[in-house]
């Protein structure tokens, strides 16, 4: 299986990677920006899926508004 997994990273490196830089030629460079440039194409979502199952999906509700205010100088932030 991990055979499998590096050919296929080789395979669909990202457009920004080194490998990509080093390795692709131009018309396999832009099919990987078309992968990877629409935030709504089915592999930027598995990444997105595949990242909040390792890391968790992030939470937004639960945190407060935080203010923000110099005091004595110095950058304050507290949360209200």
């Keep these: 299986m991990p055979l499998v997994g ?7 490196a990202k457009p920004r990677s080194l490998w990509a830089r080093w390795f692709y ?15 709504t194409s089915r592999l930027v979502r598995l990444h997105r899926r595949l990242d909040d199952l390792i ?3 992030p939470t937004f509700g639960d945190m407060a508004p935080l203010r923000m205010e110099v005091v004595a100088g110095r ?3 507290r949360g209200e």
């Design 75 to 77: 950058l304050s932030i």
């Design 6 to 12: 590096l050919i296929a990273a080789v395979c669909l």
């Design 25 to 39: 030629g131009e018309a396999k460079l832009a099919r990987a920006r078309a992968r990877y440039d629409d935030p």
């Design 55 to 57: 890391g968790g999906a």
